[in-house]
């Protein structure tokens, strides 16, 4: 059995049910077209693999959240012991993709030793909140609904506007931002889920947190409105995150730039871990800021493919032929 890794996935919008399948009654082998995990799984049969795939994704990001770079990996074996070449999946999910209208596509098919699992290798992963708060002298927004009509259509969905604000302190905002980095109990900034295990360690280290300015996908010679915002980058790294606790983090952030809390009551919810530090002035932001920019791992941990037959292509090539 060889093993494929690395379907590197880049989704321009998110699906109605984000990454993971949706499992019902535990039937892992149900097939599940809504999520990205089960369209790879669907997508995955019809190359005929001998074995039934199953497809482990590097992330579980939620329901409304980008995934520009993200991987997964599936075991594939061949009728015939022979091998599947990536170049040839590569062009198969993609070209089903394409004729199923799905907002999905790989873009590199790797070999790797059957050590390697897309989510517990993972070095790191990098998150991006996209920001853009109202300026001061834009016109002044008349109602409670004409906001929505100032938004550039095509940031709708993809940036989280912050529109009535007496004040935004980029200066606090980055203060606020410096006492994430290190090893520190996150618990306080974990989202309540049924599921999750009662001895989940809420312990992990933040690589880094940096704000920086960000830009609007299409500038203000094409949407006018833009010119009224001024948008931020709030990227951040680590080995893994707790249940919504970038969002959680970002809305605390943004909390503190606006003056509804302080950047003392940020300490007190890392120095002291607990459901109950949260504080209830702090809005979580929405999911649809959120995108997952890249997953890293250990070059060596990754074998470079071997030299594929001669043979091995030809018949590959024909199995491409017969994928529908």
């Known amino acids: 059995m060889r093993r494929m890794v690395r379907l590197v996935i880049v989704r321009a ?7 993971q399948k949706q499992l019902v009654n535990a039937e892992s ?8 995990q089960g369209i790879l799984e669907i997508c995955s049969k019809r190359f005929k693999p001998v074995n039934e795939p199953h497809v482990y994704m590097s992330s579980r990001t939620d329901r409304g959240v980008h995934a520009l770079c993200s991987s997964a990996h599936v075991d594939l074996e061949h ?7 990536p170049a040839h999946l590569t062009v ?15 873009q590199s098919v790797h070999i790797v030793p059957e050590t390697f ?30 906001w929505m009509v100032e938004i550039p259509f095509l940031e709708w969905n993809r940036c989280h506007f ?6 935004f302190d980029v200066s606090l905002l980055k203060a606020a931002a410096a006492l994430f980095p290190g090893t520190k109990d996150f618990r306080t900034f974990m989202g309540n ?14 690589y880094r947190l940096d704000i920086t300015p960000g ?3 299409l500038g203000a010679e094409y949407s006018s409105c833009c010119s009224y915002y001024t948008f931020w980058d709030i990227t951040c790294q680590a080995r893994s995150f707790l249940y919504r606790q970038v969002r959680r983090m970002v809305g605390a952030l943004i909390s503190v730039a606006v003056g509804h809390i302080s950047i003392e009551e940020i300490r007190y919810m890392l120095e002291s871990p607990s459901k109950n530090s949260w504080n209830s002035r702090i809005n979580v932001v929405p999911p649809y800021g959120l995108y997952l920019v890249g997953v890293e791992y250990d070059p060596l941990e990754i074998v470079m493919p071997q030299e594929i037959s001669e043979q091995d292509q030809k018949r590959n090539t024909a199995l491409l032929g017969q994928v529908e």
């Open 162 to 167: 912050i529109q009535k604000v007496d004040k």
């Open 13 to 19: 919008v998110h699906l109605s049910r984000g990454v």
């Open 79 to 85: 009728a015939g012991g022979l091998t599947y070449h």
């Open 193 to 206: 889920k049924a599921k999750l295990p009662p001895d989940i360690s809420t312990v992990k280290e933040m």
């Open 92 to 106: 198969g999910y993609n070209r089903y993709f394409a004729e199923a209208e799905l907002d999905v596509r790989v």
């Open 117 to 146: 699992h897309a989510r517990f290798s993972a070095k790191s992963r990098t998150y991006l909140y996209r920001l853009a708060v109202r300026n001061p002298d834009a016109p002044p927004i008349n109602g409670n609904s004409s």
């Open 215 to 217: 830009t609007p996908l």
């Open 29 to 36: 082998t149900k097939s599940d077209p809504e999520s990205v």
